[in-house]
């Protein structure tokens, strides 16, 4: 009798240990879909952005100085994020085909683009028809570098200031010719407003991008390029090509000895380009604000900032909110030259 209570009372306790392994694995399985919903809803929360790669679009060609400031700050960017950060070169229609493309990419902070004066100022009021609304189909990150442009011509030119070109070219009409790094950039608008203020007729030659105009330049296929500094700045440097003026109101701390346009005798000419990057509008704003904090922290790294002021430009870290205003400021501006040069571009 005793040996079969114990028999019993063995059974009854290996029976309420199997229930309760059953009601353990129960109700793990229970909490394991609750689990995964709670880590789904986590990952997909602004706090880790990024979760993956980032691309920069840059709506010119490479070595330009859109294409130097975006790997300089998409270098820092990845080193930050520890993600990969590609700078992308889509070319075409003076920025157009490459800024669309972004104005058009999902609004989650992965796809930006390094805009300029020309796509986000000049365009609207130079092309009858734009692919996107420079305003509308953005949201604003920062500005990152103010640039001047600088005139220059090739080293056997035969001449040395602008006051010499100006005589050239009247003297010998229909021959001047500038390139630019396409229809409605700066570097098209500083040479006709060139034309504007001294009288001089030069055609103008648009290429898709600075780097081919350059090397036009280089080759004396063309008289002359209204370039960024940074494009052009160690080719100057190198005694490649002649610099005569700078389109700024000052001169440039690189280049000391050469002067304005205004001071070469050419009234009311000043011409910066600039540079940002934005994103497509609906980016969430935790994501705006995440990547501008990271961004003008970027600019204000002492390496990034001195690299900068080495290629001519001046750093311009600032908010989202305050780019924006700059940009409605800059495309009244840039309206008002446009009509006043008389270009349109179908």
Do not use: C
Not at 17 to 22: D, E, I, T, Y
Not at 202 to 230: C, E, R, W
Not at 266 to 273: D, G, T
């Amino acid at each position: 009798m005793k040996r079969l209570f114990r028999s019993f009372e063995y059974l009854s306790t290996y029976a309420r240990a199997l229930a309760g392994a059953f009601f353990r694995l129960i109700s793990a399985g229970l909490a394991l879909p609750a689990l995964l919903l709670s880590f789904g809803a986590h990952a997909q929360t602004p706090d880790v952005y990024p979760s993956r790669g980032i691309t920069i679009i840059v709506p010119f060609t490479a070595a330009g100085t859109t294409d130097i400031l975006a790997r300089l700050v998409g270098q820092k960017l990845g080193e930050k994020f520890d993600k990969s950060v590609v700078v992308e070169n889509r070319p075409g229609a003076g920025g157009n085909i490459g800024t669309a493309l972004v104005a058009k990419s999902a609004p989650d902070g992965y796809t930006l683009v390094m805009a300029t004066i020309g796509t986000h100022a000049i365009n609207s009021s130079l092309y009858k028809s734009m692919p996107y609304d420079a305003v509308r189909d953005f949201t604003p990150l920062t500005r990152v570098a103010m640039v001047p442009n600088v005139l220059v011509v090739n080293k056997d030119a035969p001449y040395n200031t602008v006051q010499e070109l100006i005589a050239y070219g009247k003297t010998n009409p229909g021959k001047l010719t500038f390139g630019s790094s396409g229809n409605g950039t700066t570097l098209h608008l500083s040479g006709e407003l060139f034309k504007l203020r001294t009288g001089v007729p030069i055609t103008h030659i648009p290429y898709k991008g600075s780097t081919p105009a350059i090397a036009d330049l280089l080759g004396g296929q063309i008289s002359m390029v209204f370039d960024n500094m940074p494009s052009v700045i160690q080719h100057i440097k190198a005694g490649r090509l002649k610099a005569l003026a700078v389109t700024s109101s000052t001169r440039n701390a690189q280049l000391p000895d050469v002067p304005t346009i205004e001071e070469s005798g050419v009234p009311n000419y000043e011409v910066w380009s600039w540079f940002g990057l934005l994103a497509p509008a609906g980016t969430p704003a935790a994501v705006i604000d995440r990547l501008n904090r990271e961004i003008v922290a970027i600019i204000r790294q002492p390496d990034v900032n001195t690299r900068i002021l080495e290629l001519g430009s001046v750093p311009k870290p600032e908010t989202s909110a305050e780019f924006g205003a700059f940009i409605r400021a800059e495309t009244d501006k840039w309206a008002r030259v446009v009509k006043e040069a008389g270009v349109a571009i179908d």
